[in-house]
């Protein structure tokens, strides 16, 4: 009886022992400084906004002056039905260019690519690309919806083929600072 007795206040001894060591104990004997930390409150932190389609436009018309919003895209008037859906775009504007002739779109739906251009944007990069390349394939075959598509990280910026190459170019550079 004695021996458990012993053992019971050995054990007693031992657990008080390693419960100091596991809440850090004194550290005035350990000569050791802590290195924890409090937790980060998320409140410290300020939330990042996604950027939007039309934050987008807002950078890219500061460098295209030629460039005036025509519409932001919503899940009622989405011609693609895209908006929103799984690893499609989260935001869509349209846009026009005063460089296109108007006798060139003619007959253009309003909003279309072919008036000046649009600005879509994803959760991720890869989904951007996927995008960019899903309409380059289907447009490679077919001049009259063949356009210039200008990939940012998560933004696209689809501009009017009615551009001329140098035109379209701005749109490029203009792309190139929304990184």
């Known amino acids: ?7 019971a206040a050995a054990f007693v001894i031992g657990l008080g022992a390693l419960t100091a060591c596991a809440s850090g104990g004194d550290q005035k004997n ?4 802590s290195t924890t930390t409090a937790p ?8 990042l906004r996604p950027l939007t389609a039309g934050d987008a436009f807002t950078k890219l018309s ?3 002056s ?3 919003l025509s519409s932001a895209v919503t899940e009622d008037n989405d011609p693609n039905n895209l908006l929103g859906r799984p690893h499609q775009y989260t ?3 349209t846009f026009t260019d005063s460089r296109i ?6 007959g253009a739906e309003p909003g279309s690519v072919e008036t000046g251009g649009a600005i879509e944007v994803f959760t991720s990069a890869a989904d951007t690309q996927a995008r960019a390349d899903y309409i380059q394939k289907v447009t490679k075959s077919m001049p009259a919806l063949v356009e210039y598509d200008y990939v940012s990280g998560t933004v696209l910026i689809r501009v009017s083929h009615y551009l001329t190459p140098t035109q379209a170019a701005d749109y490029k ?4 600072s929304l990184g």
């Not at 009886?1 to 053992?7: F, G, T």
């Not at 002739?101 to 003619?106: H, Q, T, W």
């Not at 550079?173 to 190139?176: D, H, N, Q, S, V």
């Open 101 to 106: 002739k108007a006798d060139d779109i003619a």
């Open 1 to 7: 009886m004695r021996k458990r007795a012993l053992y």
């Open 30 to 33: 350990t000569g050791r400084k």
């Open 173 to 176: 550079a203009g792309a190139a």
């Open 66 to 68: 030629s460039a005036k």
């Open 62 to 64: 500061a460098k295209v």
């Open 40 to 47: 980060v409150s998320a409140s410290t932190k300020p939330a």
């Open 91 to 93: 935001s869509k504007i």
